[in-house]
């Protein structure tokens, strides 16, 4: 079942989004089980929300890419959200 993964970010800048999601973008578009991803700016941070095949996909790839590179640069301590999709898709 596909899972909807949100994680908000407190403190995370436009320019820190961009300078990591610009380290992990390639990774990411590789990575089994990913489906979309967006980056919105929010009162106290920035909210990154992707579609995942399963949430085993997702943990699997902020374990191994997303918490290491986050933890080096800089950025706040975060704790994802999953949430079942009834559906998912892209075009």
Known sequence: MAVVMVADIPGMTSEMYRQAIGQVRGPLE?????VAH??????RGFRVTEI??????CTRFLESTVMPMAQQAGIAPFQPEFHDADEAFAR
């Open 30 to 34: 590789a990575a089994p089980g990913f």
């Open 38 to 43: 967006a980056g919105t700016p929010t009162p």
């Open 52 to 57: 995942w095949e399963s949430r085993e996909d």
